[in-house]
């Protein structure tokens, strides 16, 4: 069954609507103010092969690292029903506050997609309170790894002993089990209304659909030479020096490849990323170059290519600490990303970009232009 316009627009928002109610079962059970008022949680859906089917309206630097999380779990051969914890930046996580739950979604005895929730919880345990130690220079004293692991009671005592707040963690726990269930009860709700195969079938016309939209808008831009900007991190908690991050943008046949080649290695501190945070900052970058109605799922990415050297800043290798990565590096990665367009005078076509960790609610405009003439200081948007 080929999905006509209204078919592909009915399917989007019915995978959709999956993942905004997990989002709300998560925000409205948590226990901790991080959950239920910051919101600081993301929530998606997946498909048996792990690729996104549909996002809540969440948080960026969260949704475009999903995927490696899930593959991180694939490879682990999950039987349906079973659920998987991890954090581990180097295996599929961001920064370890940032625990990701994964749901094998059980449909007719198989593993018939993920159901992923995303939270990042005020103490994994580490050599501060909070979990996000400024001086740390090493992964081990930011907090408690997991690594992609069966999620049982053993392995929750054993979490719940590392953290300076065990109640509330058990608690935010619970609330992240009920909203991957809920993903789990949404995605057969919709197998039993349209028969699975339909199911499967429309949701890989989803991904096609995303990924021929998103290479016809990329096709547009001009492409004739490669384009490139330079950004700086004033230094990171630890050293008080400029920390360079060079991008090179090239698009061709409608591939956004951002190559991150000459920016400086990892720093002695925490704001290095993982690769899947540094991809995240450049998808959100391609994300404002779309039209409003391409459904948001792993169709996009196919259009988008992240290289960079093997434990540089943007690509870190353990032990480096990432904490302050997710939401000080990966804000300066999409500015980077963004300036090259600006700098090619293609920033007009960007309704306006933000912080990749805080997706916006509702439709922004440009306060300023993104960068200043320093390329220093990133200007947030407003809302209207």
């Given at each position: 069954m080929k999905?006509?316009?209204?078919g592909?627009?009915?399917?989007?928002?019915?995978?959709?609507a999956i993942?905004e109610e997990?989002g709300?079962?998560l925000v409205?059970?948590?226990l901790?103010?991080?959950?239920?008022e910051?919101r600081?949680?993301?929530a998606?859906?997946f498909?048996?092969d792990?690729?996104m089917?549909?996002q809540a309206?969440?948080i960026?630097?969260?949704?475009?690292?999903?995927?490696d999380a899930?593959a991180?779990?694939r490879a682990?051969?999950p039987?349906?029903?079973e659920?998987?914890?991890l954090?581990?930046?180097?295996?599929?996580g961001?920064?370890?506050?940032?625990l990701?739950l994964?749901?094998a979604i059980?449909?007719?005895g198989?593993v018939?997609?993920?159901s992923?929730?995303?939270?990042?919880?005020?103490d994994?345990g580490?050599?501060t309170a909070g979990?996000?130690p400024a001086g740390a220079?090493?992964?081990?004293?930011e907090?408690l790894?997991?690594?992609?692991?069966?999620?049982t009671?053993?392995?929750e005592?054993?979490l719940?002993?590392?953290?300076?707040t065990?109640?509330m963690?058990r608690?935010?726990l619970?609330?992240?089990?009920?909203?991957?269930e809920?993903?789990?009860?949404g995605?057969?709700?919709l197998?039993r209304r349209?028969g699975?195969?339909?199911?499967?079938?429309?949701?890989r016309?989803l991904l096609?659909?995303a990924?021929?939209?998103?290479k016809?808008?990329?096709s547009?831009l001009?492409?004739?030479?490669?384009?490139a900007?330079?950004?700086?991190?004033?230094?990171?908690g630890?050293?008080?020096?400029?920390?360079?991050i060079?991008?090179?943008?090239?698009?061709r046949d409608?591939?956004?490849?951002?190559?991150?080649?000459?920016?400086?290695a990892?720093?002695?501190?925490?704001v290095?990323?993982p690769?899947?945070?540094?991809?995240?900052?450049?998808?959100?970058?391609?994300?404002?170059?779309?039209?409003?109605?391409?459904?948001m799922?792993?169709?996009v990415?196919?259009?988008?290519r992240?290289t960079?050297?093997p434990?540089?800043?943007?690509?870190?290798?353990?032990?480096?600490?990432?904490?302050?990565?997710?939401?000080?590096?990966?804000q300066?990665?999409g500015?980077?990303?963004?300036r090259v367009?600006?700098?090619?005078?293609?920033?007009?076509r960007i309704?306006?970009i933000g912080h990749?960790?805080?997706?916006?609610?509702?439709p922004?405009?440009?306060?300023?232009?993104?960068?200043?003439s320093?390329?220093?200081?990133v200007?947030?948007?407003t809302?209207?």
């Amino acid at each position: 069954m080929k999905l006509d316009a209204v078919g592909l627009e009915v399917m989007s928002h019915a995978f959709a609507a999956i993942a905004e109610e997990m989002g709300l079962v998560l925000v409205h059970s948590a226990l901790s103010p991080n959950i239920r008022e910051r919101r600081d949680a993301s929530a998606a859906l997946f498909d048996a092969d792990g690729e996104m089917i549909a996002q809540a309206a969440h948080i960026p630097v969260h949704l475009g690292a999903l995927a490696d999380a899930v593959a991180a779990v694939r490879a682990l051969a999950p039987r349906p029903g079973e659920l998987f914890l991890l954090n581990d930046p180097y295996a599929g996580g961001s920064h370890l506050p940032d625990l990701t739950l994964i749901g094998a979604i059980d449909i007719e005895g198989r593993v018939g997609g993920y159901s992923v929730v995303r939270a990042h919880h005020s103490d994994v345990g580490g050599m501060t309170a909070g979990s996000m130690p400024a001086g740390a220079r090493e992964l081990y004293q930011e907090g408690l790894i997991i690594p992609p692991t069966r999620y049982t009671p053993e392995l929750e005592r054993l979490l719940l002993a590392n953290v300076r707040t065990p109640a509330m963690r058990r608690g935010d726990l619970a609330a992240q089990r009920a909203a991957v269930e809920r993903g789990a009860d949404g995605l057969r709700a919709l197998a039993r209304r349209y028969g699975w195969e339909p199911l499967r079938q429309a949701a890989r016309q989803l991904l096609d659909y995303a990924e021929r939209r998103t290479k016809a808008a990329i096709s547009r831009l001009p492409s004739a030479t490669p384009m490139a900007a330079v950004d700086y991190l004033e230094g990171d908690g630890v050293v008080d020096e400029d920390l360079e991050i060079r991008v090179e943008v090239t698009i061709r046949d409608g591939i956004f490849h951002a190559d991150f080649t000459g920016t400086r290695a990892a720093a002695p501190g925490n704001v290095n990323c993982p690769l899947a945070v540094t991809r995240s900052a450049v998808l959100f970058v391609v994300r404002t170059l779309l039209p409003d109605d391409v459904p948001m799922n792993g169709g996009v990415p196919r259009a988008v290519r992240v290289t960079a050297p093997p434990g540089c800043l943007v690509n870190a290798r353990p032990p480096s600490a990432v904490a302050a990565g997710n939401v000080e590096t990966s804000q300066r990665v999409g500015a980077d990303a963004q300036r090259v367009l600006e700098l090619e005078h293609l920033d007009r076509r960007i309704a306006g970009i933000g912080h990749p960790h805080v997706y916006p609610r509702r439709p922004m405009r440009a306060a300023a232009r993104t960068l200043s003439s320093t390329n220093r200081l990133v200007v947030c948007p407003t809302f209207p």
